[in-house]
């Protein structure tokens, strides 16, 4: 009778322990990341009064079983369900993350690699992602500086937010690409002004400049009639700062000397004179009716200029202003023949003149005015003298140009099909500089490429354009970039993203995998360590992806714990708990009764 109080106590023990398990599983019902635990009951010994024998032959008895009287229950084992995933909470936050699968986080106490499902996780005052509940900081991989890929060696802190990942570096624009559809029936294409079309770059500190390019169509000359093309020039007419202000130049460095080259177009047209507000008299350009208002002297033009009128900025008397410049009298001039406002385009302008004597010869405006303040010289080339309305008796009002000067680029198309067809006459030149290096200071060339250009029948609509960047998008130049967002893929990836469009690899979240996960140790907090059976931590870790997982972020991994289960259990228990203190009773009531013999 001994022996079975002593079996009612370890009874009672026994299913006090399984309900200590019971009533934590259901303590941690809300826990995140919590893995429930289960008891399983183990009998203790057994008393053997009598061992068993086997059958004698001899005296033709049969063997007999072993007596053995049990001498109470044990608990076997207490086993974690936690490979058994918990149910997902939606929270929003970007930085709460559920793995799943069968891995586990890294985090570091300070001292040592700890392992947990709670994906709980903020960034700290040091930049550090770390829990939210301990502050241990989240373990990871880095990224390597010249790879700028994931370098799989010992975790190590994820620190995010450092100085160095909160803005993302400028950089120049270094490529460009022009595309869209020039259109031979566009009217820009044969305005003064052309196609304007606009390309957005930056310099190596990020700031913002337009270049602006013009479009002109030409008339074909005998090289494009044999091979079949239309032919364009393409000229820098400006570059300009984000303010609309005109990027200065250096000395020695003019806008023309950016791009292409000296070239020449062969273009027919008209120059009207304004007889009705202008007249010329000799080398002098007056408003008419008004003899006094000297617009400019062309000699004084020259000689303050130069023959080939660089030096604009030189003073030159234009009617009552005495500190009118060379460039203001060109003007003057212009506005005259009706370009007022396009100066550059009329001095760019040529025209062929036949002389008496059946010599032919072509000259630009610069070299017409040049000629006129020379006139009886015999300099530089007056004995063909191109003449002006009002320079010599029988001018018209009207003269015909045969081309025009400009500084750039040839863009030829095929004729047959509207395909690009190459620059400057070469078929297998489809790129070209725009060397803005020239201009000093963080600028950089940019190499322009034109292949997706084409000129096919659009209604009489260009939609001609430039980008920067390749054609992949690469060397389109960028501002400095502020972080405004950070992501975390499925695989573990951090990504900052940037205002200026950029995206950032910042390290990846390791995790621990072990052969017997069941095998760890609790620690509280939510964190387990590694144990002699259930493998050790190589202190690199594993991508989740690797064996099927991922991590979902905006969502926290809850309790495995089923309360349906642990109320069955809790039942159950409650009446083994029950059973055993009534061996108790029972025995004693027998003791009782065996020590009333005595009476």
């Known amino acids: 009778m001994m022996r079975s109080l002593f079996s ?98 890294v985090v570091n106490n300070g001292t040592e690699n700890l392992f947990t499902r709670d994906g709980s996780f903020y960034v ?73 079309v606009n390309l957005q770059f930056f310099d ?32 820098l007419v400006g570059i300009q700062d984000d303010y609309g202000n005109d990027v200065e130049m250096p000395d020695g460095v003019s806008l023309k000397s950016l791009f292409g080259d000296v070239r020449e ?42 023959q080939d009128l660089s030096n604009r900025t030189a003073t030159l008397q234009v009617g009552d202003n005495a500190n009118a410049t060379v460039q203001d009298g060109l003007d003057a001039i212009a ?83 509207g395909d690009f067809y190459g620059l400057n006459s070469s078929s297998t030149m489809t790129t070209m500089n725009l060397n803005l290096s020239l201009l000093g200071g963080n ?18 609509t260009s939609t001609a354009s430039a980008t920067s960047g390749d054609l992949k998008g690469l060397g389109a130049g960028r501002r400095l970039g502020k972080m405004i967002g950070v992501s975390i893929q499925q695989n573990g990836m951090i990504y900052a993203s940037y205002d200026n469009g950029m995206t950032k690899l910042l390290g990846q979240i390791a995790t621990a995998s072990f052969p017997n996960a069941s095998g760890l140790e609790k620690h509280g907090d939510n964190m387990y360590s590694a144990t002699l059976n259930s493998g050790q931590f190589d202190g690199i870790g594993v991508d989740i992806t690797a064996s099927g997982g991922k991590m979902t972020t905006g969502v926290l991994e809850m309790s495995n714990v089923d309360l349906s289960s642990e109320f069955t259990e809790m039942i159950t228990t409650q009446r083994g708990f029950q059973a055993n203190s009534r061996i108790i009773t029972v025995s004693d009531t027998m003791l009782e009764e065996l020590t009333n013999l005595k009476r």
């Open 443 to 460: 600028f950089s060339n940019i190499t322009i490429d034109f292949t997706q250009l084409s000129e096919p029948d659009n209604k009489g």
């Open 265 to 306: 177009q062969l273009k027919a047209g008209k120059v009207s004179f304004d007889s009705a507000n202008y007249a010329w008299n000799g080398t002098v350009l007056t408003k008419k009716g008004d003899t006094t208002t000297n617009l400019v002297d062309l000699a004084a033009l020259v000689t303050a200029a130069g």
């Open 204 to 235: 190596a500190l990020g700031y913002s400049y337009t270049a602006k390019f013009s479009f002109k169509k030409s008339d074909k000359s005998d090289a494009d009639k044999t091979r079949s093309t239309d032919a364009y020039s393409l000229e």
């Open 8 to 105: 009612g106590v370890a009874g009672l023990k026994t299913h006090q322990t399984r309900m200590d398990v019971i009533g934590n599983n259901i303590a941690n019902v809300n826990t995140v990341g919590y893995k429930s635990s289960s008891m399983v009951f183990a009998d203790l010994m057994s008393q053997t009064t009598q061992r068993a024998s086997g059958p004698n032959a001899a005296t033709g008895t049969g063997g007999t079983n072993a007596r053995q009287i049990g001498l109470g229950v044990k608990g076997g084992a207490i086993n974690i369900n936690i490979t058994g995933q918990g149910s997902a909470q939606s929270t929003g936050n970007p930085f709460d993350i559920m793995i799943e699968g069968d891995n586990f986080f």
């Open 335 to 417: 506005k005259a023949y009706g370009y007022e406002g396009s100066t550059e385009e009329f001095l760019s302008l040529k025209r062929t003149i036949t002389a008496a004597d059946g010599t032919v010869a072509t000259y630009s405006m610069v070299e017409m005015l040049r000629n006129l303040a020379n006139v009886g010289t015999g300099t530089p080339d007056d004995t063909m003298l191109p003449t002006f309305v009002g320079a010599a008796s029988g001018d018209d009002t009207t003269f015909e140009t045969s081309g025009r000067n400009y500084n750039g680029i040839e863009v030829l198309f095929n004729s047959n099909n």
């Open 124 to 196: 700290d005052a040091a930049g550090n992602l770390a829990m939210t509940s301990t502050g241990y900081n989240v373990m990871g991989w880095q990224v390597d500086p010249e790879t700028m890929d994931i370098r799989k060696d010992t975790v190590s802190a994820l620190r995010i937010m450092s100085a160095a990942n909160l803005t993302y570096p400028a950089e120049a624009t270094s490529q460009a690409n022009m595309g869209g559809i020039l259109d031979k029936n566009d009217k820009d294409t044969t305005s003064a002004n052309g196609k304007v």
